[in-house]
């Protein structure tokens, strides 16, 4: 029986992931969950899978979930806070953790997963575009397997050669020409970039293709999502961002691909469901079902491609420079997307405002060398502020 912990589980990946666990209970079993608030489904959740431990990141909701734990008579241990989040990650018999807390909030339960030498299943990119160099050393140091959840990831991880045991540093020994990173280019791709200026955080949450929480919604609607991921695939692969080509793909049917030396193109393709990244990640390198209806080529019918537009989306042209630039500038630049999505979905400021509150953060909180996990955090901690204050500035209500 493999014990998967599940942090963020009442988010949309975590809902995702106990559907693939409940259909194979004689594999798998949920041995923790984890929510911030959101008492009402993690007891829920916790009556179907009956977990060892369920924590709330929020006090006041840990004592909220520990009475209707105890009313129902349920055997499950309630935890609050950071330190809750890090137990159930190390849990002796826990082999997988599933990384699903949206944003900064899951960057140490993540890293202590893969300092406890885990499965780490990775959705949370926000932990490695902040962390990069820190969290892989932790994984390649403590023998922790990093398996990616990000449909893109997991496509590309799907097309990479399985020779070397090297999958995440056989880049060039593999013959690999470059990565090809697809994006569906979100809700706005083909709106009139005045209209951009009014849109609402419903019609940013409106994504073509797939149902998500609302932060990444938001993000694929500026397209931070693709430059998020344009460093997220850095780490993952070992690769520089000049190697990684975005291509926009409305359709989302190919996931990314891998082009080789030799012109071959490997495409890994499929519905756009994360049961499926989902299940390969847990099996790996076992194959499971995930209960993801097949994918119908006669329905698709067809495959479109476009170059990624830089000036609609200056969020893709940021984070570009950043992954270029290297040390804490990505953990400010995710420090101050987060905060300006935020605001944006308080609607305290407006969508074109995120990347002008991100760039002139950028502008302002000076990167170094991500030496150590104080000096990503402190990074993080500035970011933050200086974003607010220019959210402060520029807010519409
Ligand atoms: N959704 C997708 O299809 C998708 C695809 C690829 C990658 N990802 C990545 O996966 C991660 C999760 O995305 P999602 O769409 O599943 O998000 P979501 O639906 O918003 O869920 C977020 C989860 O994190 C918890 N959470 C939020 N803030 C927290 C905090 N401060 N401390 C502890 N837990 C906290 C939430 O608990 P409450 O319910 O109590 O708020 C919820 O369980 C993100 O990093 C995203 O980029 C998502």
């Given amino acids: 029986m493999t014990g998967i912990t599940v942090l963020g589980s009442t988010g949309s990946i975590g809902v995702n992931t106990l559907d693939v666990i409940a259909q194979h209970p004689e594999q798998y079993r949920a041995v923790a969950l984890t929510a911030n608030q959101n008492v009402e489904r993690l007891f829920?959740?916790?009556?179907?899978?009956?977990?060892?431990?369920?924590?709330?990141?929020?006090?006041?909701?840990?004592?909220?979930?520990?009475?209707?734990?105890?009313k129902a008579g349920l055997n499950i241990e309630v935890l609050a806070g950071a330190t809750g989040l890090e137990k159930v990650a190390v849990l002796p018999q826990c082999d997988q953790v599933m990384a699903a807390i949206v944003g900064a909030a899951g960057l140490l339960p993540t890293l202590a997963a893969a300092q406890a030498g885990k499965r780490v299943l990775l959705a949370n990119k926000e932990a490695l575009v902040m962390s990069g160099r820190l969290f892989m050393d932790a994984v390649h140091e403590h023998g922790a397997e990093l398996l990616p959840i990000d449909s893109e990831h997991n496509a590309i991880f799907q097309c990479m050669p399985e020779s070397k045991g090297g999958r995440f540093n056989g880049f060039e020994d593999g013959g690999i020409e470059q990565i090809l990173l697809t994006g569906s280019g979100g809700p706005f791709r083909t709106v009139d970039p005045a209209e951009l200026v009014n849109v609402t955080p419903d019609q940013a949450c409106a994504h073509p293709n797939w149902v998500m929480g609302r932060k990444i919604s938001v993000d694929s609607a500026t397209m931070m999502n693709?430059?998020?991921?344009?460093?997220?695939?850095?780490?993952?692969?070992?690769?520089?961002?000049?190697?990684?080509?975005?291509?926009?793909?409305?359709?989302?049917?190919?996931?990314?691909?891998?082009?080789?030396?030799?012109?071959?193109?490997?495409?890994?393709?499929?519905?756009?469901?994360?049961?499926?990244?989902?299940?390969?990640?847990?099996?790996?390198?076992?194959?499971?079902?995930?209960?993801?209806?097949?994918?119908?080529?006669?329905?698709?019918?067809?495959?479109?491609?476009?170059?990624?537009?830089?000036?609609?989306?200056?969020?893709?042209?940021?984070?570009?420079?950043?992954?270029?630039?290297?040390?804490?500038?990505?953990?400010?630049?995710?420090?101050?997307?987060?905060?300006?999505?935020?605001?944006?979905?308080?609607?305290?400021?407006?969508?074109?405002?995120?990347?002008?509150?991100?760039?002139?953060?950028?502008?302002?909180?000076?990167?170094?060398?991500?030496?150590?996990?104080?000096?990503?955090?402190?990074?993080?901690?500035?970011?933050?502020?200086?974003?607010?204050?220019?959210?402060v500035r520029l807010k519409i209500k």
């Fill in 226 to 391: 693709k430059g998020l991921e344009l460093i997220e695939a850095c780490w993952l692969f070992a690769v520089p961002p000049e190697k990684i080509q975005i291509v926009v793909h409305p359709q989302s049917i190919i996931h990314s691909m891998v082009e080789y030396i030799d012109g071959s193109v490997l495409a890994q393709m499929g519905s756009p469901d994360m049961r499926i990244p989902i299940a390969h990640s847990m099996a790996w390198p076992q194959r499971m079902s995930s209960g993801v209806e097949r994918l119908n080529l006669f329905d698709v019918a067809r495959l479109d491609f476009e170059r990624p537009d830089d000036v609609r989306f200056p969020c893709l042209r940021l984070a570009r420079t950043v992954a270029e630039q290297g040390g804490t500038a990505a953990a400010i630049l995710n420090a101050a997307n987060e905060i300006a999505v935020e605001a944006f979905l308080d609607e305290t400021l407006g969508f074109m405002d995120i990347s002008r509150v991100i760039e002139e953060t950028l502008a302002d909180v000076s990167a170094q060398a991500a030496a150590s996990l104080e000096i990503v955090l402190q990074a993080d901690a500035a970011a933050r502020e200086v974003a607010q204050s220019h959210i």
């Fill in 44 to 70: 829920e959740q916790c009556v179907v899978h009956r977990p060892d431990y369920a924590v709330m990141s929020d006090v006041a909701a840990a004592e909220q979930l520990q009475q209707k734990i105890q």
